[in-house]
């Protein structure tokens, strides 16, 4: 049965990072959207809506998040990391309603400890000119409701291995009953 496990969240969530420690700890594949994408369009994502605009980036990524959930995709299992901002293409909510065989995982993290983590990276304060901790909280608020529409599960990631060891528990039993039959 094709089962794919999705962390949401906002940038700097930890979702690439954990996406990849679960993708070796099951050895499933991981499909990081954000890297896939920069692979495609050929130029990091802030670079890519600067010359192009954000429109044009949430169109390639719904092209891709549909390409990914489809049948057809590679993988019968799959660890998927999405990009902070997949749901505010509002089509990509319907897309991951109505996919059956995905559970979904909201990383959550408070404004500042993502604000902290942003302003270590510089390239990560382009997209949506997050250029300090009131913009972070503007713009967590605003995609929050739409994370939590989503997502069974939602976990606070204080604690990268804590966080780690909970998902692990989520994954071995979707592995082993499949989703949508959690209890």
Request: net charge negative.
């Amino acid at each position: 049965m094709k089962t794919i496990f999705c962390l949401i969240g906002f940038r700097a969530a930890g979702k690439s990072t954990i996406a990849k420690a679960l993708g070796e700890r099951f050895r499933v594949p991981v499909v990081d959207m954000d890297i896939v994408l920069e692979s495609r369009i050929g130029s990091k994502i802030p670079e890519y809506i600067e010359n192009y605009g954000e429109l044009a980036f949430r169109e390639k990524e719904h092209e891709l998040l549909k390409e990914i959930l489809s049948d057809t995709f590679r993988s019968e299992q799959m660890i998927l990391a999405t990009g902070g901002g997949v749901l505010d293409f509002t089509e990509n909510i319907r897309v991951f309603e109505a996919t059956d065989h995905i559970e979904i995982a909201y990383l959550m993290a408070s404004p500042e400890s993502l604000w902290e983590r942003i302003s270590q990276e510089p390239e990560r304060q382009k997209v949506g000119n997050l250029n300090g901790l009131d913009a972070v909280r503007q713009l967590l608020e605003k995609r929050d409701k739409n994370y939590k529409k989503i997502a069974r599960f939602q976990i606070l990631n204080q604690d990268i291995r804590a966080t780690l060891c909970e998902l692990e528990k989520i994954v071995e039993k979707l592995w082993q009953v499949g989703p949508g039959n959690f209890d």
